[in-house]
């Protein structure tokens, strides 16, 4: 894929933000050399912990993207303030722009090592329509539906390029939401090469996603972390 892969994109962002010679140079070298692997890897994993920009950082791979003319398909998580002024995740169409209601609840913390659970009697009734629920937090099934199709057309429509944010407990560990879509989406990319997949993983679920997706580490290359 070369410099105009979505990996040397964001290399290119995190190296601009960098105002130190010696990393930029640092990030000249690891550009190059994780542009060669991206030819031939071209599962990308994004691996970092909640709140620290990721969803920002893909934005910004998608919009480049975009403008270099490339197809893109997926989906993005934004953080964004609603009307109570309580800060919820949505969920982002690539192809269409549109931007669905995803997080129902307030959004208490979850426990450490929260799962997935049944919503409990009465639940769905309070927020008016089917839930999921993950932890302590409740979100909107008609999101992860529309996600699922979201993806489902990248595979059929020639996707240039697929970003999913995020694979997380309920698809790793429930086998449900985005989980079917996902095996969709690397099913095309095992037999479309030049395709290129972004995934969003939590650090602590990598070595789950792969061992559930069938993927070793030589298929898949890690972005590195923005400073």
């Given amino acids: ?83 109570d002024g309580v800060l919820r995740r949505r969920t982002h169409l690539i192809s269409s722009g549109h931007n669905l209601v995803f997080q129902l609840n307030d959004g208490r913390p979850c426990p450490v090592g929260s799962a997935p659970q049944q919503p409990a009697a009465g639940e769905e009734e309070e927020y008016g329509q089917p839930v999921v629920k993950i932890g302590n937090f409740a979100f909107a099934r008609s999101a992860f539906d529309a996600a699922a199709a979201e993806l489902a057309a990248a595979t059929k429509e020639g996707a240039e390029l697929i970003v999913v944010d995020e694979i997380g407990p309920l698809e790793i560990r429930r086998g449900e939401g985005l989980h079917e879509a996902m095996k969709a989406v690397l099913a095309t990319w095992r037999e479309r090469p030049g395709m290129e997949v972004i995934v969003v993983v939590r650090p602590t679920l990598r070595s789950a996603f792969l061992e559930v997706y069938g993927l070793g580490e030589g298929d898949v290359q890690d972005l590195p972390t923005e400073a």
């Fill in 1 to 83: 894929h070369g410099g105009s892969s979505p990996l040397a994109q964001a290399l290119r962002v995190v190296q601009g933000r960098d105002t130190s010679r010696s990393r930029a140079q640092s990030f000249v070298s690891q550009r190059g050399a994780l542009a060669m692997a991206a030819a031939a890897v071209p599962v990308h994993l994004l691996c970092q912990g909640v709140q620290t920009g990721k969803t920002s950082r893909l934005r910004r791979v998608v919009d480049e993207a975009c403008a270099g003319g490339r197809r893109v398909f997926g989906i993005l998580a934004p953080d964004e303030v609603g009307e």
